[in-house]
C-alpha cells in the first residue's frame, strides 16, 4: 500500500506539529494513509520518517514558497532515502489558483470582502526567484477580487509587514478615497511565528488579521486533491 508523507518544516512553536499532524489524520481518513515529517524543530525527521517506510512512498512539501528547503534541502533528503523506498516525491505544494478559494473563505471569515484590500504577509525569503513567484501569486489572485493584494516579508527584501500596515489606508485607493481597513493574511499553513506577528501588527493598526490556511475547512480538499495526482 502506498503511504503518504507530508513534509513540513517545523517549528519552536508546538501548534505547527499539531496541526500538521492533524492534517495528516484528515487525508488518512480520505483513504490515504498519511504521516507527516519535518525538517527541523520536531520529529520524526526526514531521514527516520523514510526509514520507517517500505515500498512506494508519495512525498509532499508543506511549502508554500520556492525557497531554499523547497528546491534544495527537500530534495537532497530524499535524494538519500534507503532502497527499500521507491519515493514518488510531488515537490512542494506552491502556490496557484487552486489557493484562491482558500484565501477567499480567510478573508471572508474574518468580516473581509472582495473589495477589501489584502496583505499577503510571507516569511521572506532572500532569493529572488522565490520573492517573484509570490508576487506572481500575489497579482494572479487580484485579477479575481476588486481590493488590491500587495506581498509583505516578515523579513528580509521587499516591503515589510509593518510598512505594509502603516500605509494600508492607501493600498488600491484613487485620489485618496479612504476605504475599509485592509486585511492582514498570513501565507503559512499553521500557526507560528509569523502568523502571532501578523495578528500583533494588525492589532496595533487597527486592521483584521486572517488565519492561517490549515483553518479553512477548503484546504484539506486540495491537500488531498494534490496527493491524489500521481
Not at 31 to 37: E, F, I, T
Not at 174 to 190: E, H, N, W, Y
Amino acid at each position: 500500500m502506498t503511504h503518504h508523507v507530508l513534509i513540513a518544516h517545523g517549528s519552536p512553536d508546538p501548534r505547527h506539529r499539531a496541526v500538521m499532524r492533524t492534517l495528516a489524520n484528515h487525508v488518512d481518513a480520505r483513504g490515504l494513509p498519511c504521516s507527516v515529517a519535518f525538517l527541523e524543530h520536531d520529529t520524526p525527521t526526514v531521514q527516520t520518517a523514510l526509514g520507517e517506510k517500505s515500498g512506494d512512498v508519495v512525498t509532499l512539501g508543506m511549502l508554500l514558497a520556492p525557497g531554499y528547503h523547497a528546491t534544495v534541502d527537500v530534495p537532497r533528503l530524499l535524494a538519500s532515502a534507503p532502497e527499500h523506498v521507491l519515493v514518488h516525491d510531488l515537490g512542494p505544494l506552491g502556490t496557484g489558483d487552486w489557493l484562491f478559494a482558500t484565501l477567499d473563505w480567510l478573508v471572508d471569515d474574518v468580516g473581509g470582502s472582495p473589495d477589501d484590500p489584502v496583505v499577503v504577509a510571507t516569511a521572506g525569503s532572500t532569493r529572488e526567484g522565490a520573492r517573484l513567484a509570490l508576487a506572481r501569486f500575489a497579482a494572479d489572485w487580484q485579477q479575481t477580487r476588486s481590493g488590491v493584494v500587495v506581498v509583505a516579508a516578515g523579513t528580509g527584501p521587499g516591503l515589510s509587514l509593518e510598512d505594509a500596515a502603516q500605509r494600508h489606508t492607501q493600498l488600491g485607493i484613487p485620489s485618496g478615497v479612504r476605504t475599509r481597513p485592509a486585511v492582514l493574511l498570513p501565507l503559512k499553513i499553521s500557526p507560528g511565528i509569523l502568523a502571532e506577528r501578523v495578528i500583533h501588527v494588525a492589532s496595533r493598526h487597527g486592521l483584521r488579521s486572517a488565519g492561517t490556511l490549515a483553518e479553512s475547512p477548503l484546504f484539506i480538499d486540495v491537500l488531498v486533491e494534490r496527493l491524489k495526482r500521481r
